[in-house]
């Protein structure tokens, strides 16, 4: 075991060193600028659409007073309870009075959703299925409203706030759980997606058996599945620091988010445990599936249903957020692709801590599982050279093991040129 682990520290301190003094890693960290980028400029438009969808415009053609009053009113509800809770309202040319309610709507010149006529105490309102059913209440509301002059002047209602109560202090601690399971999400699957090439390029290049030959194929698996997690906790720790230096320059550091039950210093640091159980999960995961493709076309294929797989998993997390204690969380929480994000949810939610401690117990019993299998699978399919990745006691203690240790400079071990 301990030759094991400083054979993985060896192969884990190799790739490490290759992929962070690398030219491509550089690009590695711009990436997420640009998805970021059009991300919000996707939202900016899609929201600006989406408001212009969600508020049809209706015509409104009753008499010259009834149209001023139910205008009035709209201004003053609009005040008290919100200019997105009620209809457009657009008030159409004497001209228009005389046509039909179908005649207005098919004028493409107007863009009316609807058109609203009759009088206030018996308004009829014209158009599709949509504005109909979604405005007819309004639209009677403010009619109400209108047709009586003295509820015009609303009364003052007089507000006492509290600090906090339960009912909002759950719904707030909900908006923290789902905001860290989709960053935790986000992260692994942008993350975990490298592990799954790892292996091909030194296959290709026959590095991979003289690894074999060296050292443990468990130790191989090991050190290339941590040095690939140590590169993601340096890409981690890059965007946190470019994220909150650019936040700093523009207001508060920190969004004012609810606080977790378990409080934010533990939520930060389970958070931390919580990325790295899933990386390393998804990451043996992959490391066994990409040891198996031959190239990277391979590759490529293997990774949509392995992506897909995951989406599942992480939309059966999400689901599981609102119901904390019942069959289905527990589940999500004992199923080990979903345990990380099913977990940091329930820290955001529930103040105990031995369940994390179990949880993350389990999480790395079956890292070991997965990497156990993947070295299996790839010894039985992909090495065929006799007792290629096995490593006996002898050769392991004076042959191979020392040769590999010294070619990466570890004091007292024989360089492999000898």
């Known amino acids: 075991m301990i030759e094991t682990i400083r054979a993985a520290f060896v192969i884990g301190r190799r790739d490490f060193t290759a992929i962070i003094f690398s030219k491509a890693f550089l690009f590695f960290?711009?990436?997420?600028?640009?998805?970021?980028?059009?991300?919000?400029?996707?939202?900016?438009?899609?929201?600006?659409?989406?408001?212009?969808?969600?508020?049809?415009?209706?015509?409104?053609?009753?008499?010259?007073?009834?149209?001023?009053?139910?205008?009035?009113?709209?201004?003053t509800l609009a005040v008290e309870i919100?200019?997105?809770?009620?209809?457009?309202?657009?008030?159409?040319?004497?001209?228009?009075?005389?046509?039909?309610?179908?005649?207005?709507?098919?004028?493409?010149?107007?863009?009316?959703a609807a058109v609203l006529g009759g009088t206030l105490d018996k308004p009829v309102l014209t158009g599709t299925r949509g504005p109909v059913e979604n405005y007819g209440g309004e639209i009677a509301m403010l009619s109400a409203f209108a047709e009586n002059a003295q509820v015009m002047q609303l009364p003052e209602v007089e507000t006492r706030?509290?600090?906090?109560?339960?009912?909002?202090?759950?719904?707030?601690?909900?908006?923290?759980?789902?905001?860290?399971?989709?960053?935790?999400?986000?992260?692994?699957?942008?993350?975990?997606?490298?592990?799954?090439?790892?292996?091909?390029?030194?296959?290709?290049?026959?590095?991979?058996e003289i690894l074999a030959a060296a050292v443990p194929m468990d130790a191989v698996f090991l050190g290339k599945l941590f040095a690939m997690l140590a590169m993601a906790f340096v890409g981690i720790t890059v965007w946190t620091t470019v994220g909150f230096g650019l936040a700093s320059l523009s207001g508060p550091v920190l969004p004012s988010l609810p606080t977790p039950a378990v409080g934010w210093?533990?939520?930060?640091?389970?958070?931390?445990?919580?990325?790295?159980?899933?990386?390393?999960?998804?990451?043996?995961?992959?490391?066994?599936?990409?040891?198996?493709?031959?190239?990277?076309?391979?590759?490529?294929?293997?990774?949509?249903?392995?992506?897909?797989?995951?989406?599942?998993?992480?939309?059966?997390?999400?689901?599981?957020?609102?119901?904390?204690?019942?069959?289905?969380?527990?589940?999500?929480?004992?199923?080990?692709?979903?345990?990380?994000?099913?977990?940091?949810?329930?820290?955001?939610?529930?103040?105990?801590?031995?369940?994390?401690?179990?949880?993350?117990?389990?999480?790395?019993?079956?890292?070991?599982?997965?990497?156990?299998?993947?070295?299996f699978l790839f010894r039985r399919n992909v090495m065929k050279s006799g007792n290629a990745g096995r490593v006996r006691a002898g050769r392991d203690k004076d042959g191979g093991g020392k040769k590999l240790f010294g070619l990466f400079g570890l004091p007292g071990r024989t360089p492999m040129a000898d």
């Open 161 to 208: 706030l509290v600090q906090s109560s339960a009912g909002n202090e759950k719904q707030k601690r909900l908006v923290t759980a789902q905001g860290a399971q989709v960053l935790l999400f986000m992260l692994t699957m942008l993350l975990a997606g490298m592990v799954l090439s790892n292996l091909v390029e030194e296959k290709a290049n026959k590095i991979i």
């Open 82 to 112: 919100g200019e997105r809770r009620l209809p457009e309202l657009k008030q159409l040319a004497p001209s228009a009075q005389g046509m039909s309610p179908e005649a207005l709507l098919n004028d493409r010149k107007n863009g009316l």
């Open 265 to 375: 210093p533990l939520f930060v640091a389970l958070g931390i445990v919580y990325f790295a159980m899933a990386y390393l999960i998804l990451g043996s995961l992959f490391l066994g599936i990409g040891a198996m493709a031959a190239t990277v076309r391979e590759v490529q294929t293997l990774s949509m249903p392995v992506t897909m797989a995951q989406l599942i998993n992480f939309f059966l997390a999400m689901y599981t957020v609102t119901k904390l204690g019942e069959p289905i969380e527990i589940f999500a929480c004992l199923f080990p692709f979903t345990s990380p994000f099913a977990m940091i949810a329930r820290a955001a939610q529930d103040g105990a801590l031995w369940p994390h401690l179990l949880a993350v117990a389990w999480q790395a019993l079956f890292v070991v599982i997965i990497l156990r299998i993947g070295v």
């Open 29 to 75: 960290l711009l990436g997420p600028m640009f998805p970021l980028l059009v991300g919000g400029a996707a939202g900016l438009v899609g929201g600006q659409v989406a408001r212009d969808i969600d508020r049809p415009v209706i015509g409104v053609a009753m008499s010259a007073d009834d149209s001023r009053q139910l205008l009035a009113a709209r201004a």
